[in-house]
């Protein structure tokens, strides 16, 4: 009978304490992380989204040039702060990232910071990363340093989880541009790529 009993206490304990743990979990997980007190906010413009399309727009024509006359040429694409979360708005207001709510990117001295909310059933997920750029091959490498969620307590191995997916995306929209990346530098809150066309063999 004692020995039914304490089973019967054992696991009422084991209960409360994994639903303690639940309950613990969703508090952390619905706070914001740290690091979002670090960044800096940056008021957008239509004018700052219309200057990122346009450097885009300009940078694709001389790609497309150079390939065309068989050159090898060296290209900058540099974008600031303001331009690129100026056109983070502007997508997020048309709806293109269905599920994020609000994305702020900030540039250090060479390594960026992104908070981002995402739509999620219940509470939304508040998010937040640390990372750098590295250039490997031709082809941009981001690393991820830190990786944020709530702030629930995550294991390493979360960093190279979003690290993997976010090269994933990067690899495929490069997958098929005539171009090198030899150099990314992020610093003065700009962040800046030096490419190289290729030339057909």
């Excluded at 979360?85 to 001295?109: H, M, W, Y």
């Excluded at 944020?148 to 995550?154: D, R, Y």
């Amino acid at each position: 009978m004692k020995l039914i009993k304490g089973l019967i206490m054992t696991v009422g304990v084991i209960g409360i304490l994994v639903a303690l743990a639940l309950v613990t979990g969703y508090y952390l997980y619905s706070l914001t992380p740290w690091m979002q007190a670090k960044m800096i906010p940056v008021v957008g413009s239509p004018d700052a989204a219309q200057s990122f399309d346009q450097k885009l727009d300009s940078l694709e024509a001389q790609i497309k040039a150079a390939v065309a006359a068989g050159e090898k040429k060296q290209l900058i694409l540099t974008v600031t702060e303001k331009e690129i979360n100026s056109k983070l708005t502007q997508v997020l207001a048309e709806g293109e990232l269905p599920l994020r709510r609000e994305t702020l990117i900030n540039f250090g001295d060479g390594y960026f910071l992104i908070y981002t909310i995402v739509d999620t059933p219940g509470v939304n997920a508040k998010t937040g990363a640390i990372g750098r750029i590295e250039v490997i091959g031709g082809k941009p490498k981001i690393v991820i340093d830190e990786f944020n969620l709530g702030k629930l307590p995550l294991p390493k191995t979360v960093n190279l989880r979003v690290e993997q997916l976010l090269n994933l995306v990067v690899s495929l929209e490069l997958a098929d541009e005539p171009v090198e990346i030899t150099e990314v530098q992020i610093k003065n809150r700009q962040l800046a790529v030096t490419l190289t066309t290729k030339v057909a063999k």
